[in-house]
């Protein structure tokens, strides 16, 4: 199979590093406006830089979509018609209404998936699998202040990652309710309800230091997971409580889970590439990679 990637910023050239090592993969084709980042991808990974989107989609049998956000929906819909199956960076496309016109022309046999790479991440798999009957979930992503990321505010530069983990994996088909929203393009908390469980996401861009953390309560249990590290933490509830000198003392049950690490991108691409040859639908569609959208929207 031939790949191509479309764009060569710092992920497209994790998408160019990964498709050039699998085993599967034939040649990968590259195009950049930058002819010397194009060309540095044919020094490093042994690409082959196209002269133009159209050449390169006449070469390939898929697609990466890595190029900035305002590009997304021109770039992705030239892939469609020229029915190349693609995967887009994530966002779908810069606002809902391009991502309506872009569900609009995909047709039911082509592979369109959009890269939300943390539902690729085992760690949150492992957190759904433990939960029951959640009451209280916080996520932070918070980032130092990056210069990569200029056409997109902090909603859907960071928080959609956790946009899409609420309303399309942890509470997938459920409706919520009482979404409240403070703060900037910076920074921004945000507050909702799936029915008994209380949701809290908060992202930022000015933190001094980087957090990827989910934190859940259950009336038996805490669990904290670490999207860097790929940890999960479970703690019972204290089966003794003393008091000596007017302080409480307790006791805790704390378990580690046993977490197969795995580069998340990676395996986003080995799914890709999977649902290309079989013709599955790739797991975040863009169906609800435009509820990502929506929801980011209403945020704002």
């Known amino acids: 199979m031939d790949i191509g990637v479309i764009g060569t910023g710092n992920m497209g050239r994790n998408h160019v590093r990964i498709y050039s090592e699998m085993r599967n993969v034939e040649e990968v084709y590259v195009y950049d406006p930058d002819k010397k980042a194009a060309k540095k991808m044919e020094e490093t990974f042994g690409a082959v830089a196209?002269?133009?989107?159209g050449s390169l989609l006449n070469d390939v049998d898929a697609v990466?979509?890595?190029v900035p956000t305002k590009y997304h929906f021109e770039v992705a819909k030239e892939a469609i018609e020229n029915h190349v199956s693609c995967l887009i960076e994530?966002?779908?496309?810069?606002s809902s209404r391009e991502g309506e016109k872009l569900l609009e022309i995909i047709p039911d046999d082509l592979v369109v998936g959009v890269g939300h790479i943390e539902r690729f991440n085992p760690m949150i798999g492992e957190v759904k699998r433990l939960i029951k009957n959640p009451r209280y979930i916080d996520i932070r992503r918070h980032n130092p202040a990056s210069s990569r990321i200029t056409d997109a505010g902090v909603v859907v530069d960071l928080m959609i990652h956790d946009i899409d983990i609420v309303w399309n994996y942890l509470f997938s088909g459920k409706e919520s309710s009482n979404l409240y929203s403070l703060g900037d393009d910076d920074l921004r908390k945000i507050i909702a309800r799936f029915d008994d469980c209380v949701i809290s996401l908060s992202a930022s861009r000015i933190a001094c230091r980087k957090i990827r953390t989910i934190h859940v309560e259950e009336d038996?249990?805490?669990?904290?997971g670490d999207f860097m590290n790929q940890e999960v933490y479970i703690y019972r509830k204290p089966a003794k409580y003393e008091v000596e000198n007017a302080r409480y003392s307790q006791e805790n049950i704390i378990e580690k889970v046993q977490v197969n690490k795995v580069e998340p991108l990676k395996e986003e691409l080995?799914?890709?590439?999977d649902s290309?040859?079989?013709?599955k639908p790739f797991p975040i569609t863009p169906r609800e990679a435009l509820l990502n959208l929506l929801i980011a929207e209403q945020v704002v």
Not at 50 to 53: F, G, T
Not at 220 to 224: A, E, M, S
Not at 276 to 279: A, E, I, Q
């Open 50 to 53: 196209s002269n133009s989107i």
């Open 64 to 66: 990466s979509i890595c």
């Open 90 to 94: 994530k966002p779908l496309a810069s």
């Open 220 to 224: 038996d249990l805490t669990i904290d």
């Open 270 to 273: 080995k799914t890709f590439i």
């Open 276 to 279: 290309v040859k079989t013709g």
